[in-house]
């Protein structure tokens, strides 16, 4: 431990408050004058080539460096359960692990159409036209056909994903926010944009998609606006509960699907990265340390020293990122992310089985004849709370990392809500008589093998997709 302080104390000290000075000057063109407005990233590249150097490795596909986030790879499948949570709409029809940044557009292009039944809505950090798109056609950007707003992009950009100006400011290559989400959050939860240190900027910048958003709809289901459900919560505490409480609350109509099963509308969380990471527990925040610190490590290029732009796990670049701060080997570093993960991957797991058997239970309950109508009801939204903090963690990416503890209680809470969602429907259904089916585990995947077979070969339950949802212990 001595080791660990000492190792932090004198490298972050460094790296956390000299910031750029340690670094030396990147090798600039001075002569070139990135215009306002500039999104393509090779006009940029004349100005940093080191810096698009980098960028461009952000193609590169690799699998095998993580145990749970390898590139590309199905995301529903290994943990068969989602299927059932996921009924009745595009989650439960396609959904994988990310890739690299320069593909993300691309990657929507092609994901299946059930997954952007939403509309234009769905570019939002997708596109850096998107701000333009959304001044100029008003609520037609959210709720008119994805692919009709696609074609409103100049044609050569329509497929290119993050850029530059996403991030910066072209005249003084400063970090600064392009999408009215997040500043409209910020907002809410009393952070002034004025007073964001350059540190917080280095996670901000992230915070602008790595977070869960909602997406409000009208009457017919149509979307009408898209944001971060913060406004309850507080800087450096943006809990579960505080997210719940905005998308249950009737006037913000934030219930975007209907589950089949147990036949309701729900809400939905997606990528909570910013949330889980600055919420207390999280040792890293505390410190002071940022998105940026592990996901965009300095590194060398000939003369110069630059932030890495090649955003990538940590795994994949061999705990390099880490050692700016500690000192202990890479197997050690690369150990406890497993051994977080592991933990992690066991309470999800777990709790993810007994939400799905609340919802395989309620689903008998509703087809129960006479069964109490109040019991029901109560059922049904203890569901949807435990439903919800479930996905907080599966859809967070780090599998618990980001903020072990706070993963652990959250998890905890959706574990004992499904049961308790799944006894109120088991009394309700013996109460009108009827017999209440038991699911254990392996019972819970046949129902997912019956029902949810893929038809295609590339969506739905695929049996040769291997399970990753794991139990440490034997019960
Ligand atoms: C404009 C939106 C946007 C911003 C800003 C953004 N990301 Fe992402 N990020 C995405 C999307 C979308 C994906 C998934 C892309 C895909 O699968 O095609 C992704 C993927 C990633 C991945 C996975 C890469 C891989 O190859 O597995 C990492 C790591 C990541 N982002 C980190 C960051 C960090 C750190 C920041 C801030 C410095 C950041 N992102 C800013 C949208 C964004
Ligand atoms: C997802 C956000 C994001 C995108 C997109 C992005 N950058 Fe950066 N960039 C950062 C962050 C974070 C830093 C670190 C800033 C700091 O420490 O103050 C940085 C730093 C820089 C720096 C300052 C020197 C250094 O290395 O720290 C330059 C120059 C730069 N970026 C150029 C680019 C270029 C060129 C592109 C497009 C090819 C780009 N950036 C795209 C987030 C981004
Ligand atoms: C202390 C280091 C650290 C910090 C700070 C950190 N992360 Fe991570 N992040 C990790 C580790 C470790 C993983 C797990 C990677 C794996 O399993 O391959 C991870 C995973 C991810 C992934 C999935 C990567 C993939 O390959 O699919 C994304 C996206 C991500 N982090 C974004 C963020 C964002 C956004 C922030 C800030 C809000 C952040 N991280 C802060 C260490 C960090
Ligand atoms: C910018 C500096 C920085 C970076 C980069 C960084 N850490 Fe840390 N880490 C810290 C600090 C500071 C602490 C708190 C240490 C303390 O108080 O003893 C810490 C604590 C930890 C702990 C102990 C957590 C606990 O709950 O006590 C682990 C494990 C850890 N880091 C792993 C990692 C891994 C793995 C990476 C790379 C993915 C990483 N760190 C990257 C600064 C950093």
């Known amino acids: 431990m001595l080791r660990l302080r000492f190792g932090i104390a004198v490298l972050a000290g460094g790296m956390l408050f000299a910031g750029g000075c340690s670094k030396e000057p990147v090798t600039v063109n001075a002569s070139i004058v990135i215009p306002e407005g500039e999104k393509d990233p090779a006009v940029w590249g004349k100005k940093y080539p080191h810096h698009y150097d980098s960028y461009l490795k952000n193609k590169e596909r690799t699998q095998g460096y993580s145990k749970y986030r390898n590139d590309n790879e199905d995301r529903i499948g290994p943990w068969p359960f989602q299927f059932i949570l996921w009924d009745g709409w595009g989650m439960g029809v396609e959904y994988n692990e990310p890739n690299g940044h320069i593909d993300m557009l691309r990657d929507q292009i092609a994901v299946d159409p059930s997954r952007k039944k939403a509309g234009g809505v769905c570019l939002t950090c997708k596109s850096p036209y ?21 074609a409103q992009i100049p044609e050569k950009h329509r497929e290119m994903g993050l850029v530059c100006i996403d991030c910066h400011d072209p005249k003084t290559q400063e970090l600064r926010l ?32 790595h977070v869960t958003y909602s997406i409000s709809k009208d009457a017919e289901g149509k979307s009408t606006y898209v944001k971060f459900p913060w406004a309850k919560g507080q800087w450096g505490n943006i809990s579960i509960e505080a997210v719940i409480k905005q998308i249950k609350d009737k006037e913000e109509h934030l219930l975007e699907w209907k589950h089949k099963p147990t036949d309701q509308k729900l809400g939905h969380i997606r990528h909570p990265e910013f949330e889980l990471f600055s919420a207390p527990g999280s040792v890293h925040w505390a410190a002071g340390v940022a998105c940026a610190d592990c996901h965009m490590p300095y590194e060398r290029v000939g003369q110069s020293k630059i932030s890495s732009h090649r955003w990538q796990s940590p795994l994949r670049g061999n705990m390099k990122p880490c050692l700016q701060c500690h000192n202990q080997s890479q197997e050690w570093l690369k150990q406890q992310v497993l051994n977080i993960q592991d933990r992690t991957n066991h309470m999800f797991t777990k709790a993810g089985y007994a939400v799905a058997r609340a919802a395989l239970t309620i689903e008998q309950a509703i ?7 109040k019991a029901l009801a109560k059922a049904k939204d203890i569901y949807h709370e435990a439903y919800l903090r ?8 780090s599998m618990g990392f980001h903020n072990p503890p706070e993963a652990m209680r959250v ?15 088991r009394e309700a259904i013996l109460k009108a008589k009827g017999t209440p089916k ?27 997709v291997p399970k990753k949802a794991a139990l440490l212990g034997d019960r």
């Open 130 to 150: 998107v701000p333009e798109l959304k001044e100029k056609l008003g609520v037609d950007y959210f709720r008119k056909p994805y692919e009709e707003i696609r």
């Open 178 to 209: 392009s999408r009215w989400t997040l500043k409209e959050a910020l907002r809410a939860i009393g952070k002034e944009e004025g007073k964001i240190t350059r540190q917080e900027m280095r996670s901000l910048v992230c915070a602008q998609c």
């Open 367 to 373: 087809k129960t004849p006479g069964v109490d109508a």
């Open 390 to 397: 479930n996905t907080w963690i599966g859809a967070e990416n």
């Open 411 to 425: 998890l905890g809470d959706a574990l004992d809500q499904g049961r308790q969602a799944e006894i109120i429907a």
């Open 438 to 464: 038991e699911f254990d585990m392996a019972a819970i995947d046949a129902v997912v093998k019956e029902r949810y077979a893929s038809k295609d070969g590339k969506t739905g339950f695929r049996a040769n």
